[in-house]
């Protein structure tokens, strides 16, 4: 199994970036996916979820998706802010199965 995060970089603030997850491996369409943040110093958050049906939550300014046809998660950001600036990974879990991708760095600075 494999899940191989794109997209991030570097963004000036009130920017959007999307960052992909591309899953391989694993019956795609059973794993809930789901968006993590970590900012050195801080705990893990997440950001963005959304089931094998498609119902999605995130935080506000941020939009999850998913194609199943091509395996894959993405995060839309917007508006991003300086506080955005994290490295982000996602995640792909079942009730018994979890896996994580290697993480994109989002950095937001003028």
């Known amino acids: 199994v494999q899940l191989v995060e794109s997209g991030g970089g570097w963004v000036q603030p009130g920017g959007s970036l999307t960052l992909s997850c591309a899953a391989s491996?694993?019956?795609?369409?059973?794993?809930?996916m789901k968006w993590y943040r970590q900012a050195p110093g801080k705990e893990r958050e997440l950001v963005a979820s959304?089931?094998?049906g498609g119902t999605a939550n995130s935080v506000p300014r941020f939009f999850i998706s998913r194609d199943n046809a091509r395996n894959s998660a993405y995060l839309l950001m917007n508006s991003l802010k300086s506080e955005d600036t994290a490295q982000y990974s996602c995640?792909?879990?079942?009730?018994?199965?979890?896996?994580w991708g290697q993480g994109t760095q989002v950095t937001v600075s003028s």
């Open positions: 995640r792909a879990e079942t009730g018994i199965l979890t896996y």
């Open positions: 959304i089931s094998t």
């Open positions: 491996g694993l019956t795609f369409t059973r794993y809930v």
